[in-house]
């Protein structure tokens, strides 16, 4: 079983409508939770960290974690056509210093 | 804002040549680390640095991979003998503890 998945898409999203970016994690003593936006050629870039269950808000952006279901989930409101990226998960566990990393979901968002 | 700074950004080896990236982490940060990413494939680590030492590494980072903090502010990843399937980018990361990752712009290493 993969460390963190998430669904590599392509996710198609239409301007101004909610995204919904879903990872999965699967050892449970994972602490740290964190999402990565990057553009194609580029490198990660942190959007969100979130380390204790229910909901992270940040502007339009909001982390959900549910670390009974092994869940964290990232939302993007009013979708602009510059958040057409891939959206990185990535976990640490305790004890361990790496982040793991899911394979990403390519996002599109439509004008 | 302080940053992550990579060099070179681009760097073409031939086959069984050294190679060293170089990376310059946010200054006060006390995790290093070294990822990379194959074209079209996820984010891998290869090794974390703590403490003047390798913390972790992975199956990746085997006896052609090594790192070294020579200065106080530098963080090199040096391959000795490059292999096709060295080609990707190279990203180079800290942290100020075990919270956010901060990254580098990356080196894409191109060997030939």
């Known amino acids: 079983q993969k460390e963190v998945e998430q669904n590599s898409g392509p996710l198609s999203v239409p301007e101004g409508a909610i995204a919904s970016l879903n990872c999965t994690y699967s050892?449970?003593?994972?602490?740290?939770f964190f999402w990565y936006r990057q553009y194609s050629g580029k490198s990660p870039e942190l959007i969100m960290s979130i380390y204790s269950n229910g909901d992270k808000e940040d502007g339009r952006f909001t982390a959900q974690l549910n670390k009974a279901s092994q869940y964290v989930s990232l939302l993007i409101r009013d979708s602009q056509p510059s958040d057409s990226a891939t959206y990185l998960c990535?976990?640490?566990?305790?004890?361990?210093?790496?982040?793991?990393f899911g394979q990403g979901t390519r996002l599109t968002i439509n004008p | 804002e302080p940053e992550v700074t990579q060099t070179p950004s681009h760097q073409v080896t031939q086959m069984g040549q050294e190679v060293i990236l170089r990376c310059v982490p946010i200054?006060?940060?006390?995790?290093f680390y070294w990822y990379r990413q194959i074209l079209g494939q996820k984010v891998e680590f290869l090794v974390s640095?703590?403490?003047?030492?390798?913390?972790?590494k992975s199956e990746i980072f085997d006896d052609q991979f090594s790192v070294e903090r020579p200065d106080g502010s530098n963080f090199t990843l040096k391959i000795r003998s490059t292999k096709l399937e060295d080609s990707a980018m190279y990203f180079c990361?800290?942290?100020?503890?075990?919270?956010?990752?901060?990254f580098g712009q990356g080196t894409r290493l191109t060997v030939v």
């Open positions: 200054s006060n940060h006390l995790y």
């Open positions: 640095f703590y403490n003047n030492e390798i913390s972790e």
């Open positions: 990361a800290s942290r100020p503890g075990l919270t956010e990752a901060f």
């Open positions: 990535a976990v640490s566990i305790q004890g361990a210093q790496k982040l793991v």
């Open positions: 050892d449970r003593v994972s602490q740290s």
